[in-house]
């Protein structure tokens, strides 16, 4: 009766005699073994765990905070009793050094086309972090399902500064962009009043009929008219 033993659904029993690995049951149900063989219980339940938010720099050196959440199971049995102390600790350990190391190879926001960075590719961001975690939890017989950003902020020490160069791109993004229509519409407004024969520009006209268009197109207040009782050249 002592050889009885129960396998509940997605857990495992690691069979060992007399400090020797003999082998796993993974079915579910009432089996028998060797009285003499010890039955240690694992569980191959998917589990997760969130990493402590931790303050690195990334790779402009910029202090961030970070945090990721990893979804990992149980492949090997033996692999984890016996290959490494304590596999639970090891997941944690081991996926928080894999995100430091990740943090550290990404910049927190792209500076230049095509750069990928932690805020904004969160999709490659995550399949590197899972692979880097994978490669650590290999040994212990643990698979990574998944693993994601779930913490990503500046340190609170630059968070403000930083902030401000936010802005100011974003200003400068959107100037580049009013300025680029301004042109365009410029350019389609002297073409349209040469086509049309509305009135002759000379050089100096044209300049300061693109000036005074290009006032009126990228100010970001309303423009005051003046109206010229004279001429151009008086």
């Known amino acids: 009766m002592a050889g009885f033993f129960t396998v509940q659904p997605n857990e495992a ?46 790779s402009h050196s910029n202090p961030i905070e970070i945090a990721a959440i990893a979804v990992w199971r149980v492949v090997d049995t033996a692999e984890a009793l016996f ?11 081991q996926s928080e050094s894999a ?3 990740l943090a550290q190879t990404y910049p927190y926001d792209a500076h230049s086309q095509g750069e990928v960075a932690l805020s904004t590719h969160p999709e490659e961001i995550a399949r590197s972090l899972q692979a880097a975690i994978q490669e650590r939890l290999q040994r212990a017989g643990v698979e990574v399902i998944e ?4 913490h990503l902020a500046y340190a609170p020490e630059i968070a403000a500064a930083m902030l401000r160069r936010q802005q100011a791109s974003a200003i400068i993004a959107a100037r580049s962009k009013i300025v680029e229509g301004a042109v365009s519409m410029v350019e ?14 000379d050089g100096e006209r044209r300049a300061a009929m693109v000036s005074n268009l290009l006032v009126v197109l990228c ?6 008219p ?8 008086q």
């Open 13 to 58: 029993k690691a069979l060992t005699l007399f400090g020797e690995y003999v082998g796993t049951v993974r079915e579910p149900g009432l089996h028998w073994a060797n009285p003499f063989y010890a039955k240690k219980r694992v569980s191959l339940r998917v589990r997760n765990f969130e990493t402590a938010k931790l303050k690195v720099n990334d």
């Open 83 to 93: 290959e490494v102390d304590r596999y639970q600790n090891f997941v944690h350990t």
């Open 99 to 101: 995100l430091r190391s």
């Open 147 to 150: 693993a994601r950003i779930s």
């Open 188 to 201: 389609n407004a002297l073409h349209l009043i040469t086509a049309k024969g509305l009135a002759p520009l």
């Open 219 to 224: 100010s970001d207040r309303d423009a005051q």
């Open 226 to 233: 003046v109206i010229n009782t004279g001429t151009l050249y």
